[in-house]
């Protein structure tokens, strides 16, 4: 199971504090979430050999039109491990939500931000991973954090009815804020997820990682297509 954290410089912990807290709550890896430009610049192999987890470099883009963000995918994609793309508008969700390119459509319910039919049935029919973000359920009270409970069960239904792919989060900022894969069970229950979903969602960040690092290497050439000796062959015979 992963863990997706924003580590300094826009967040408030290194991405080293983050993997040795991550390591001790017993997730697998941490998908270090910042912007475009707030490169927290991380050495994954060192972390790796000094925390023991994966750290996997992901963008996050934000904005207001959706036609500056697609600008800007091409080099994201090619760039980073996961490509992230923050929602909390109609307009916005639905344009990642329609983007074959994204990962994942983050904090879709934030803000203005709401989902319908069209929108979880594009992520279902694109492959976009759509982000259950517990973090409101777990720091804010009163009001705030009813609106969340309301936003995530809303969510939670049409993914399950779409039967559209999704990850789990707390979006911590701080390694203070990371919570343990237990206790995010405890917070699904509240949304109508069991122990089996939250544990799914929390696992997709690493299978969407394993994916993509290996779209990456020089073995993948399309989806189903592998590059072989065969291949390899033709390639120094030519």
Known sequence: MYEAVTATPAGESTVGRFAATADRQGFDGVVVRDAADADP????AAVREEFGVDAVDAVELAGDDPTVLSGALADARREHTLLLVRGGTAKLNRFAAEEE??????????G????????????????????????????????????????????RELVEQYDAPYVVTASPASHLELRAPRELRAVGETIG???????????????????NRHRRSGEFIAPGLERGRYEEGRRRTR
């Open 41 to 44: 610049g991380f050495d994954a």
């Open 101 to 110: 390119r994204v990962d994942v459509l983050t904090k879709p319910m934030a």
């Open 112 to 155: 203005r931000g709401d989902v319908n039919h069209v929108i979880v049935r594009a992520a279902a029919e694109h492959g976009v991973r759509l982000e259950f973000d517990l973090g409101p359920v777990l720091r804010e009270s009163g009001g705030p954090r009813v609106q969340a409970l309301r936003g995530l069960r809303k969510l």
């Open 193 to 211: 997820f069991d122990a089996e979903q939250i544990e799914a969602g929390l696992a997709e960040w690493g299978e969407l990682a394993a994916r």
